[in-house]
């Protein structure tokens, strides 16, 4: 059913979605895009996610962006279904109650961008190159890239980036604030998995609350954020996880989390 994925997980619920088209540098052609829609709009919510980690396979591409070729022998109703189905497992990921972190092991242009900007948070390796092409092709990128590039770095590096359609390094990405940290390739999943150990760890609950508060921030005014921050904030305070987290605290123990 997922023969253009590959997927594990662990027993502590961090899992890795790799995008399995390395022959093709991981391109989201439409018989994948429509695998990753399926996959986690339907398998995800069954898996109970504490972290997922999202990478391509190989070393030379994270997703290479969107088939061309194919894209351009589609016709318009054919291009607004594609669309559909990026936009709508993107922003699964996005408002997913578990964290996504993006190991960008290489290439991650146009769509690819995209895909990963909908993660939490990216790491990549040093040798990676991230880019808005699509303006060189005759499009802009919708699956999200405008508005997530505009609330992540800002409108004026945004539309740069899209005008342009430049390729950028690694270090230039963490620079503007693309990416969160840049590290050797070989240590790039090691790098990711720790970090999901590390969210793991803590309450579920707490962080699935966290994510909604930051998301709703950027979506809505200063104000009805903070009332919503308090809200959310109230509604973790009444929960089974802050009690056993203060509890071990106190009692100097690991504390036993049930996301409730």
């Not at 591409?61 to 894209?71: C, E, I, P, S, Y």
């Not at 709703?216 to 904030?233: C, D, I, P, T």
Request: charged share 25%; proline share 2%.
């Amino acid at each position: 059913m997922y023969e253009n994925l590959l997927f594990e997980k662990t027993d502590n619920g961090v899992g890795t979605l790799t995008i399995n088209k390395q022959r093709s540098m991981n391109v989201l052609n439409s018989e994948t895009i429509e695998q990753l829609n399926k996959f986690v709009t339907e398998q995800l919510p069954t898996e109970n996610m504490k972290v997922l980690i999202v990478t391509g396979a190989g070393k030379k591409a994270f997703v290479a962006g969107a088939d061309v070729k194919q894209m351009s022998s589609m016709s318009t109703e054919e291009f607004e279904q594609y669309c559909i189905l990026g936009r709508e497992a993107f922003d699964y990921l996005e408002r997913a109650p578990f964290i996504v972190i993006a190991a960008i092991n290489g290439y991650a242009l146009g769509g690819g961008l995209e895909f990963a900007l909908a993660c939490d948070i990216r790491i990549i390796s040093e040798n990676a190159r991230v880019g808005f092409p699509e303006t060189k092709l005759g499009l802009f990128p919708c699956w999200g890239g405008t508005q997530r590039s505009t609330n992540l770095v800002g409108p004026g590096k945004t539309k740069k980036l899209i005008f342009t359609g430049e390729m950028i390094t690694a270090a230039e990405a963490f620079s503007l604030g693309i990416v969160d940290k840049v590290v050797e390739q070989e240590q790039l999943m090691d790098e990711a998995l720790e970090i999901a150990e590390q969210i793991a760890h803590n309450s579920p609950l707490a962080v699935d609350y966290a994510k909604r508060v930051i998301n709703r921030g950027s979506e809505v005014g200063l104000s009805e954020a903070l009332e919503y921050e308090m809200k959310m904030g109230l509604e973790c305070f009444d929960s089974y996880d802050r009690v056993e987290g203060m509890s071990a605290f106190v009692e100097k123990r690991t504390a036993e989390f049930k996301g409730e």
